[in-house]
């Protein structure tokens, strides 16, 4: 029989000339063609493992999924049984999709604990033989050695290899259910109501991906043993009632039965706790995606610390939470695995005090069988609590699948018309009638018009966009539609793809000529052509490297694109756009490619094109005249778009790619095990003297209790004296095997609070352009969920367990050698295949793990893009597209997640038949040593080689899952060497700058060191307390002059200083105190308001009250515990903005630069913010980035940037006067009256 174990040798040449020149991801599965004893035995995993072996394995080298087990295979399954009006349990419905196969999988187990019950038989065989002189009868009926040491061979071997069998099976199953449920997540998402969406946030929705979905695979993975140990455990009692009487056995029973209804009942315990970790640890990956997506935020704020601070602070009761759950589980598994002895002991007290004698026989049969109970008590813990965790992410991911949906209206249209219909509508988010969010509209969008929507901000313009679209309810009245959208949202919705791809935008055909158009249409020519790669530039997640204006024009090209639309819902995407971009995109998208279309238009600015709309709507909740409607235009006419704002590095414009995710290769170093320990403040040398100590010290008292058996059983009179002793032995096991794995569960839990508080710092240091701008949140995100998770649940448990086999096989070994010294001939050549084995299979184990970490972020990513563009999706009715891009991508990781856990098969099976072959070798030179070896000494040898095969496969597996979470230390560790800004830290300065004098001195920048210049030469002053408008066309520097500022990019040249001091020798974040911003897009976390107006709680409750009011946000807002929800959602996106502005003002700095502040503001409300902040930063140096000019007007300086130069740099009055200058030609085309300004 092949073992698989040779050809881990094979060299690599030959390897080569088997194979043909078609990679290994376009061959068909094995699983589709192989025998059935290649099935059985995972043969067919061979030559995988062998080539992992050889060399790093890589996508190319592993086999797409079999197609029984694709998404399109076992969804239906699911899905078939799942029954919304019903609200079913999702437990109940995978058992109804998976029964036959469960039942399948449970027969196996129940065949492999009826073959090693066997064992004990044969053991006591073996001993009866031992014991005779002349072999007359034993428990077989067999009288030859040899036969017996043949029996105990073929029961040892195929026992170990049907329970193999068995988990691969159980295990395949878990992992179809894994595609199965994932995909229902993803779907679900897909048609969340806005309601549920409240309810569930994405980072909830991540955490089902990443965490319950592993928890409810290996829950229906290892449940089997739920219910096979209890009753493999009666049956045991019940044949060593027929060894020991039916007393004893039921004394002994139970003893055992109080140690599985604690497992039971902790169990249960168990399960609420992990409930509390699941909780705690959606509350961190939700905080932690908040963070992520808004980063430029928290570092332009410099509230790294304060954010850190949070999610500490969340981390701290997540390790509470985790301590308590370890520790139940670590008392769970310690009672557990002295129970055998505890109750053998009660066994054998019971049976001597009957004045039986304790012959040697009936002694080690008794051990045999306790022996036996170890394996259903070792797995009936992890089994019951895998199943308990499984059914607390069940029930989780049961509410999620019950929550609200959106339900498609049909409706007739009571005028043929019209394609969109309101009747006395009254919409709501919530679905409460009582308090509608749109009250009594009636609207009508009639083929072939334009309507244009105005109103102030917070009035309900987008949420009569999303009224029509179906993503509010409607309480009252009606609403009828008959129409295909196309839509853009107020808020850019950015994919990470490459510009051409998210303007096509999953459209099963290409039209060359009309993607031209389009491209022409929506100005996006001046900026395809400076990028390296034009349309085919990639872009990061939400954008993150656009300017603000070119994400709403790529949002505005995708609706125009598909012209097959009947209605066109445009959300503001004229906002970020200036006079003369505006109106060539009205002109050539609104009045030119939707000619003749139907389109509904909102806008918060350029109310100069109000008189092309066929009918203007005013949304019923707001307050406006036509008298207000008249005053706009002329205020409105000097809206610029001159910036791509300080949100937006144009890193894009040189380096857009985002970078691949690294992939270590080769096996886990001992420096990544170290890095580990070190996390606890301790060496790693350090830690593991003292685990092994710990563990030599707990292991050898163990052992003594069995050896001590054997005296006892030798003992006549004192045999009840010697009884006792073995129960103290017994006590004092329990002791040393929980105060070691108390041990490990300190040290582990101080690793993982202090491996991510450094990982967190870390991140949160890196640079915005050479990370963040680079890599997609799903990536970063993945780290702090999945990895982290792994850390946290796996990596104790898998460390205890192959510390605790580990040093059961040295007592196994060091026994068999003391009883049966010829045995030790075995070791070496039994050694040398096991490392070659376990060294060949981690190799190739590790790489597939990787690939797995790998391909799992794209899936995270996939998952919070969805959440984050769901009314897009929906809106142009792509949601299947975006199911089948899911579907794609599951089976894609799946293909590596599905190997990896065969692999483990393939390496188990192969251990068990290594131990087989020990337990015969062992029971042939026992048998060969008759006479000179006493019986005592071989009834140790024996029992002690039985459990061999069992602890080889276990140590074995779990030394290659704990390698395997190493991977995870990795991928973390990759984060902990990141560049961080903070590397060249100068000094921290307090109350600085204080008069806000700012001058740049020959000023010079780029991006990375192999980049051109992006600002060249810059030198201009500006005087404590004066107004600076910096105004310029898209890419001119305005962006990079700002973020040359913030030092979110080092100077290649020259120097800025702020009060006369040079910021490069003042700390990053003393600089970014000192200063403020108001960005262009607002960014708000969940929780309080008095939470996003002051993260770092240095404001009074009056002074953030007062903030609030000064923004006129106090009608909104009743308090400052008003909750924001995630990413603001329950605010408009105006609102929001002033929230924004808020913040600002508390924050009291000498330099304040103002992107675009009020870009999202109708006019009056923009009036009355700006006399405020004239108010409030009186005194104040203001730096402002020009979106209207009217704004800027009033400054004492204009700064006019060109090419990353500065062209101009004066009043505006002088400006002006120059007709020929660049500024006052730019006020011209913008329709300004400058008489009124000279």
Known sequence: MDTGFQSLKTPRASLDLQENDVPWSQRP??????????????????????????????????????????????????????????????????????????????????????????????????MQYLEQEDVTATALGLTNGYALVIVLFVVSMTSACIMDFAGYYAAHIGLNLKSAVANMVYVKTLSLSGLAKAKFSSGEV???????????????????????????????????????????????????????????????????LRRDILAVQAQRVKLTNEVLQGIRVVKLYAWEGSIQDQLNDIRVREISCLTKYHNLRIIN??????????????????????????????????????????????????????????????????????????????????????????????????????APTLK??????????????????????????????????????????????????????????????????????????????VVSACQLGPDLAMLPKGDATEIGERGINLSGGQKARISLARAMYHTDADVFLLDDPLSALDVHVANAVFSDCMQGLLRGKTALLVLTSHYHLLPHAHRTEFPHLMNFTQSDLVATKSQDNGKEELAEGVAAEPTVMKDSLMVKEDNIKGKVTLQTYKSYLGASGYSGYSVGIVVTVLFTISQVTLSLTDWFMSVWAQKGPLSLWYGWGYVALAGASVILVYGRSIFVLVTAMLCSKNFHSKVLHNVLGAPVPTFFDVTPVGRILNRFSSDLDQIDSNMLHFGLCVLEFGFEILAVLVVCAATTPWVIVMYV????????????????????????????????????????????????EKSASFAQKQRTTIDFNMRFYFTFFVGARWFQMRLDFLGSLFVGTCAVVTVLTKSTVGLAAAGLSLTYSTQLSVLLSRVAIFTAWLDNSMTSVERLNHYNQLESEHADEGTDVHDWPSQGAIAFESYSMRYRDHLDLVLTNISFNVEPGHQVGICGRTGSGKSSLMAALFRMVPASSGRIAIDGVDIASVSVTSLRRGLTIIPQDPVLFSGSIRLNLDPTKCATDAELWTAVKQVHLSGVIPSLEFAICERGSNLSVGQRQLVCIARALLRRSKVVVLDEATANIDPESDRLIQATMRDCFENVTRLIIAHRLDTILDSDRILFLDGGMAVEYDAPSTLLANKCGAFAQLAQHAYVDLDKFK
């Not at 219910?227 to 139970?254: H, Q, T």
């Open 440 to 517: 009594d509209i009636s609207l009508q969008l009639e083929p072939g018009t334009l309507t244009i929507v105005v109103g102030a901000v917070g009035s309900g313009k987008s949420s009569l966009v999303s009224a029509i679209l179906g993503d509010v309810h409607v309480t009252s009245g009606s609403r009828r539609v008959f129409a295909r959208f196309s839509y853009v949202s107020q808020e850019s919705w950015i994919q990470h793809a490459t510009i051409k791809d998210n303007i096509v935008f999953l459209s099963p055909l290409f039209d060359q000529d009309l993607y031209d158009r």
């Open 206 to 272: 991540v955490t089902m991906t990443s965490v319950d979905l592993e928890r409810i695979t290996m829950g229906f993975s290892l449940g089997h043993w739920t219910f096979i140990s209890p009753v493999m455990l009666v049956v045991i009692f019940i044949m060593l009632a027929f060894e020991l009487g039916p007393l004893a056995a039921f004394i002994g029973g139970l003893a055992m039965a109080g140690f599985i209804y604690f497992g039971i009942a902790s169990g249960q315990l168990v399960g609420h």
């Open 829 to 876: 050549p039994v050694g040398y295949v096991y490392f070659v084995a376990q060294s060949g299979y981690n190799k190739a184990a590790n790489e597939i793990k990787r690939l797995d970490g790998v391909t799992k972020s794209p899936l995270i990513s996939l998952v919070s893009e969805t959440y984050q563009g769901l009314s897009t999706i929906r809106a142009f």
């Open 333 to 434: 598994n310690v009672l557990l695995m002295v129970a055998p002895v505890v109750s053998l002991a009660c066994c054998l007290m019971v049976f001597v005090g009957q004045g039986r004698p304790l012959t040697m026989p009936v002694a080690f049969t008794a051990l045999a069988y306790m022996n036996i109970t170890r394996q259903p008590c070792g797995v009936f813990s992890t089994s019951v609590i895998g199943f308990t965790e499984a059914l607390a992410s069940c029930r989780r991911l049961s509410d999620f699948f019950n929550a609200e949906e959106l339900a498609p209206e049909v409706a007739t249209l009571t005028t043929p018309e019209a394609n969109v219909e309101l009747s006395h509508a009254d919409f709501s988010w919530t679905n409460d009638a009582t």
């Open 29 to 126: 599965h094995p699983l589709e063609s192989v025998n059935w004893l290649s099935y059985i035995t995972v043969w067919w995993m061979d030559a995988l493992i062998r080539k992992g072996a050889q060399a790093p394995l890589t996508e190319r080298d592993v086999w797409p999924l079999a197609k029984a087990d694709t998404v399109d295979s076992v969804y239906p399954l699911v899905t078939a049984k799942w029954d919304p009006a019903l609200k079913p349990r999702l437990v109940v419905v995978l058992w109804q999709a998976f029964r036959y196969r469960i039942v399948v999988s449970f027969l196996l187990f129940s065949l492999y604990a009826v073959l090693s019950l066997l064992q004990p038989i044969a053991v006591k065989s073996m």
